[in-house]
């Protein structure tokens, strides 16, 4: 598996040269680190190559580190049935500066893009669509983003008075409480503890 991985890897960088800025395995996984003006042609390049024929658009997603000048980190994963073998390409990123679209590449890349506007504010140069996928259209900031508060901006319900539904700034009448995320389905484990009593003897409890 490594092997056929390392002579992959070699091709890739022989074909694409400057088009890429370099190639890593880990874990028995290929990962590409592409130019982000050049992902167009590295998509194409790994679906077309009779070595490659990296044939099917798995997923598009983002990751976000915003101490790094460029903090978006714009990541695809590719599925070839010929090879058995996935690929995974990045490129970066940051705020103000869109990646290439690749809809008239994969025609489904066109919900992943969205998905990454919407979660990260990610920018894609001529999407057809580009548009909030998992939020609403008056929705506030990006979530995915470390920098997004964990309650959000605002917060909605729905007012009987006007018959709509409203939008107010996010209001706690608590502070966050502590779970132990424990499955309900098991129930609580109770241990044996050695309790004193109040003649100074001890009796099992549990």
Known sequence: MVEGLEDLKAHILEALGSAINGADISFDELTIHARREEIVKTIVFLRDDMLCKFTTLIDICGADYPER????????????????????????????????????????????????????????????????????????????????????????RYDEERRAVIYEPVNLPQEFRDFDFMSPWEGAKYTKSQEKTDDGKTEEGA
């Open 69 to 156: 000048e460029r903090r978006f980190d714009v990541v695809y994963h590719m599925l070839s049935m010929h090879l058995n073998q996935r690929i995974r390409i990045k490129i970066t990123t940051d705020e103000d500066i869109a990646v290439h679209s690749l809809t008239n590449v994969f025609p489904n890349a066109d919900w992943y893009e969205r998905e990454a506007f919407d979660m990260y504010g990610i920018a894609f140069d001529e999407h057809p669509d580009l548009r909030r996928l998992l939020t609403d259209y008056g929705f506030e900031g990006h979530p995915l983003r470390k920098d997004f508060p964990l309650t959000g901006f605002v917060e909605t």
